[in-house]
C-alpha cells in the first residue's frame, strides 16, 4: 500500500517566489487526503496532476490565512466542475463561520455535501479511523488554537506463506491465521506462527504546523516515520520566534533527534530566508536526516519487516 507525501506549498505569512502557502497532499492507499489549504493550493494540485475530486478529507490546522485561504476556491472549483461526492474537512472551531459567509455572500449553492468538524485542541483525539488507519490531533502551542495530525496506519496482518498450509483451506480458515489466531483443519491443528510472517510495520506521518518549541510535541511524534515540523525562522532570530510562536529549525531538529523519528521534513520558511540552505544545514546540526520541504517533491515512506 502506497504512503506518499506531496509538497504543495511551503511558505509562511507571505507567498514568496517559487515557494506557494502552506498545504500538502497525502495519499494512502487508494484514499487521498489534504493537510492545510493556503492561497493558490489548488494550481499547484492542477500543476502536479492531482485530481482534486479524489481527494476524500481535508484537515486545516489554524485559522491563519496562510492555512486555509485557499479552501473557498477550491470548493469553488470543485462545484464549478460538478463534484458529486461528499467532502469531509476537520478544522478549527469557527472555520464553518467562514466558509458559510462566503457562499451567503456568492450566493453559491455547492453540488456535494460538505461535513464539518471542529478539531479538538487541547488534547490528542482520534478524528478519522477507518479500517486500515487512523488520524489523531496534535496540540500546538501558537497565537490561535492550532492541531497538527499523526496519521498511523493500524497493526497489520500476519503473511500467509502458501506452501506451507494444505490444499482446500476455506477463505475464514485464511482470514484466522493471517489475525494471528490458530486453526483446526480436518482434525489438524495449525499453528499461526508456523505458516505465517510477522507482520509488516505500520507506517506513520506526523504533520505539525505552526507552533512555539514545545517539549510535549515530542512524546505525541515519539518514532513516527516522516515528521514535518515547521521551521520558520533561523536560530539567530530566536526572540523573533517566541514572539511569533513559531520554531527555529535548530529547535525542529531537536524536537527530531529527542523524539528518535526516521526523517525529518522542515518547512513554513519566512520570506526573508532566500537561500534554504542554511535553514537546512541548522537542523542537520541536531538531526542529520533532515530534508526541506520543498514544493513538488514527493516523500515516500515504504513498508519495513
Do not use: W
Not at 492507499?29 to 499547484?44: K, S
Not at 476556491?73 to 462566503?102: C, F, K, W
Amino acid at each position: 500500500m502506497s504512503f506518499e507525501i506531496t509538497i504543495l506549498g511551503s511558505s509562511a505569512a507571505v507567498p514568496v517566489k517559487g515557494r506557494h502557502m502552506t498545504s500538502q497532499h497525502v495519499r494512502i492507499g487508494n484514499q487521498q487526503f489534504l493537510i492545510d489549504c493556503g492561497e493558490a493550493t489548488q494550481h499547484q494540485l492542477i500543476n502536479l496532476g492531482i485530481s482534486l475530486h479524489k481527494i476524500e478529507h481535508i484537515f486545516i490546522s489554524h485559522l491563519h490565512g496562510d492555512h486555509f485561504f485557499g479552501l473557498p476556491g477550491l470548493l469553488s472549483t470543485m462545484n464549478m466542475q460538478r463534484r458529486t461526492d461528499p467532502l469531509y474537512i476537520h478544522g478549527p472551531r469557527g472555520l464553518d463561520e467562514v466558509l458559510l459567509a462566503n457562499f451567503k455572500h456568492t450566493k453559491t449553492d455547492l453540488s456535494f455535501k460538505v461535513f464539518l468538524y471542529d478539531n479538538p485542541t487541547m488534547f490528542p483525539e482520534v478524528i478519522y479511523e477507518n479500517e486500515k488507519l487512523t488520524v489523531e490531533t496534535i496540540p500546538l502551542t501558537h497565537r490561535v488554537p492550532c492541531t497538527g495530525f499523526l496519521f498511523r496506519e493500524k497493526q497489520k496482518q500476519y503473511r500467509i506463506i502458501p506452501e506451507k498450509l494444505p490444499s482446500g483451506l476455506p477463505f475464514e480458515a485464511f482470514r484466522a491465521l493471517k489475525r494471528g489466531e490458530d486453526i483446526d483443519f480436518q482434525g489438524e491443528q495449525i499453528f499461526y506462527k508456523n505458516v505465517t510472517l510477522p507482520p509488516r510495520k505500520s507506517r506513520s506521518y506526523a504533520f505539525c504546523s505552526d507552533t512555539k518549541y514545545s517539549k510535549s510535541v515530542i512524546s505525541k511524534v515519539y518514532g513516527v516515520d516522516l515528521l514535518y515540523h515547521e521551521s520558520t525562522f533561523m536560530h539567530r532570530h530566536l526572540d523573533r520566534a517566541n514572539t511569533t510562536f513559531h520554531t527555529t529549525a535548530h529547535q525542529a531538529g531537536t524536537v527530531a533527534k529527542e523524539a528518535k523519528v526516521g526523517e525529518l521534513l522542515i518547512g513554513h520558511f519566512s520570506a526573508r530566508y532566500g537561500d534554504l540552505n542554511n535553514l537546512l544545514e541548522e537542523a542537520r546540526e541536531e538531526f542529520p536526516n533532515t530534508e526541506l520541504a520543498k514544493e513538488g517533491k514527493q516523500f515516500t515512506i515504504l513498508e519495513r519487516e
